[in-house]
C-alpha cells in the first residue's frame, strides 16, 4: 500500500517503452509530433548499456511527462539503426516534431543525463522543472482504463513533488476507489492539507468515496426495477434503484431514476433525490455528457 513520502513508483509504462522496426514511426516519430522523446540504442551484450539505461530512465520519470523515452534493441532492429548512422552503443537520440534534434554516444554520469534531457524539454518548449500537468494527463488516462495501480503510484509521485496539488490529491483518493480500498482512500481524503480541504477536485472525490460505499450495499437492479415498475409511486424503492444502477455503472439510469423521484415529490425525505443528483453530479466530470443534460434537467424541473 503506497503512503504519501514513500518511494516514487517504477517507471509508468507510458513514459518508457520498448519499441521495434514495427512501432517505431508511432511511438517515436509521430509521438515525438506532441511530447519531446528520447531514443535509447542498446543491446543486451552491451556493458555500458546497462549502466546508462536505467540511469536514463530514471531521469526521465523525474521529468513528470515533459518527456518519455523509447528503448530499441539494436540485434532487433537494424534497419532503424542503420538509417540512424548508429555505429555504437549506446547511442541516445532526441527527436522532436518528427526530427532528431539532438544526441549523444557512450554512458554519461547522472549530472550530464539530467542536463541532456533538460535540454532537449527546453528545445521543445517545455519546463524542465515541471511536467506535472502531463503526467497527471497520464495518471487519469491509466486510471480510466483500469490500471488503477499504476495510477496510483504516479499521483503518489506526483504529491511527493507538490503535495497540495488539488488534481492529483482528488486522482489518489478516486485511483484507491477504483482499487475497492475505500479505507485507504478516506484516509488519503481527510489527510488533504488544509489549504486544498475545499478544493472542487476533492469535493469530488469526496463524491465519489459516497457512492462506492452505496454501491456496497446496492440491491439487485432485477428485484428493485421489478418493485418500481409494481409500483411506481414506492419512491424508497426508486431511490433504491438509482444507487443500484450506479453502482453497476449506469449513471445515466440512476440521474433518471432520480429526476423521476424529484418530479413526483421533491420534497421527498428531506430532498433525498436532489441531494444525490448532486453527488453524482460532483464525482463525474464536468462535461460529462450524463452530467450537462442532468443539471438542465433538474434545472428545468426546479423553475417550471
Not at 124 to 151: F, R
Request: aromatic share 6%; hydrophobic share 50%; charged share 20%.
Amino acid at each position: 500500500m503506497l503512503e504519501l513520502g514513500g518511494q516514487a513508483p517504477a517507471p509508468a509504462k507510458d513514459l518508457i517503452k520498448d519499441v521495434t522496426e514495427a512501432d517505431f514511426m508511432a511511438e517515436v516519430v509521430d509521438r515525438s509530433q506532441e511530447v519531446p522523446v528520447i531514443v535509447d540504442f542498446w543491446a543486451p551484450w552491451c556493458g555500458p548499456c546497462k549502466t546508462l539505461g536505467p540511469a536514463l530512465e530514471q531521469v526521465v520519470t523525474e521529468a513528470r511527462g515533459a518527456v518519455v523515452m523509447a528503448k530499441v534493441n539494436v540485434d532487433e532492429s537494424q534497419m532503424i539503426a542503420s538509417q540512424l548512422r548508429v555505429q555504437s552503443i549506446p547511442t541516445v537520440y532526441a527527436f522532436y516534431k518528427g526530427q532528431p534534434i539532438d544526441a549523444f554516444q557512450g554512458a554519461l554520469p547522472a549530472s550530464e543525463l539530467k542536463a541532456f534531457v533538460d535540454k532537449v524539454i527546453a528545445a521543445a518548449g517545455g519546463d524542465a522543472s515541471g511536467g506535472l500537468d502531463a503526467a497527471i494527463e497520464a495518471a487519469e488516462e491509466m486510471l480510466d482504463q483500469g490500471a488503477a495501480s499504476d495510477s496510483a503510484q504516479t499521483f503518489a509521485a506526483i504529491l511527493e513533488e507538490d503535495p497540495a496539488n488539488a488534481r492529483a490529491y482528488g486522482g489518489f483518493v478516486r485511483a484507491y476507489i477504483a482499487l475497492d480500498d475505500l479505507d485507504q482512500a478516506e484516509a488519503i481524503l481527510n489527510g488533504a492539507p488544509a489549504d486544498i480541504s475545499t478544493a472542487p477536485e476533492l469535493d469530488a472525490a469526496h463524491a465519489a468515496l459516497e457512492l462506492a460505499k452505496q454501491a456496497a450495499n446496492a440491491g439487485p437492479v432485477a428485484e428493485l426495477s421489478a418493485a418500481v415498475d409494481a409500483d411506481p409511486a414506492n419512491l424508497s424503492a426508486r431511490f433504491d434503484l438509482a444507487q443500484a444502477l450506479y453502482a453497476h455503472g449506469d449513471a445515466q439510469g440512476a440521474v433518471d431514476q432520480l429526476l423521476d423521484i424529484f418530479r413526483r415529490d421533491r420534497e421527498w425525505n428531506d430532498g433525498a433525490a436532489k441531494t444525490q443528483l448532486f453527488t453524482i453530479f460532483d464525482a463525474l466530470k464536468p462535461n460529462d455528457p450524463v452530467v450537462l443534460n442532468g443539471r438542465r434537467k433538474l434545472s428545468s424541473l426546479i423553475f417550471a
